[in-house]
Antibody, heavy 118, light 106 residues
Framework: EVQLVESGGGLIQPGGSLRLTCVVSGFTVSSNYMNWVRQAPGKGLEWVSV???????YYGDSVKGRFTISRDNSKNTLNLQMHSLRAEDTAVYFCARDSGGRVAFDFWGQGTTVTVSS | SYELTQPPSVSVSPGQTASITCSGDKLGDKYVSWYQQKPGQSPVLVIY???KRPSGIPERFSGSNSGNTATLTISGTQAMDEADYYC?????????FGGGTKLTVL
């Protein structure tokens, strides 16, 4: 059974750092395109970042230079290191698999909530 | 940066056909996927590569994409289809979502 379980969210002050983790079971993270997608309260979905199966990484303009996506093949997990957090980064963060390579997000986690506030 | 535009809301009567559009420059040259999201839940893929349905998605969901507009069509809409719907495409290596459309079944 495919499962994606995010963790690491919480309340953080502006300018702070946080690391999100997505624990995956049922498939191999390194064989897929893995993404982070976020949703601010009451707002729509926003794509954040992707790591390809070959290791290349890409970011949305709003997080470029502040967030880093990575994976731990030994643990079959996906990570998102977030620095210089801003109030506008407040959102539910979902990890999502794209098994076809820029085709579609076919499996999603339940999300973890990040709140940036003083 | 690339943008996808959706109507904020669409209303449909039960049993009728709902159409949700997604517009973007030369969108027909890209593959579009559609996601359904109900309150408090994670998104669910309902259409990918413009017209394909994942297993488990009812046949009443269909898609098309041509020119600058992609369309999600729900035939014989049911009350359970009331949800937010998002289109998504890739602009080179950057993912883009539409702003979302709230489908009301009344």
């Amino acid at each position: 059974e495919v499962q994606l379980v995010e963790s690491g969210g919480g309340l953080i002050q502006p300018g702070g750092s946080l690391r999100l983790t997505c624990v995956v079971s049922g498939f191999t993270v390194s064989s897929n395109y893995m993404n982070w997608v976020r949703q601010a309260p009451g707002k729509g979905l926003e794509w954040v970042s992707v790591i390809y199966n070959d290791g290349r990484t890409y970011y949305g303009d709003s997080v470029k230079g502040r967030f880093t996506i990575s994976r731990d093949n030994s643990k079959n997990t996906l990570n998102l290191q977030m620095h210089s957090l801003r109030a506008e980064d407040t959102a539910v963060y979902f990890c999502a698999r794209d098994s076809g390579g820029r085709v579609a997000f076919d499996f999603w986690g339940q999300g973890t909530t990040v709140t940036v506030s003083s | 940066s690339y943008e996808l535009t959706q109507p904020p809301s669409v209303s449909v009567s039960p049993g009728q056909t709902a159409s949700i559009t997604c517009s973007g420059d030369k969108l027909g040259d890209k593959y579009v996927s559609w996601y359904q999201q109900k309150p408090g839940q994670s998104p669910v893929l309902v259409i990918y590569q413009d017209i394909k349905r994942p297993s488990g998605i009812p046949e009443r969901f269909s898609g098309s994409n041509s020119g600058n507009t992609a369309t999600l069509t729900i035939s014989g809409t049911q009350a359970m289809d009331e949800a937010d719907y998002y289109c998504q495409a890739w602009d080179s290596s950057v993912g883009v979502f539409g702003g979302g459309t709230k489908l009301t079944v009344l």
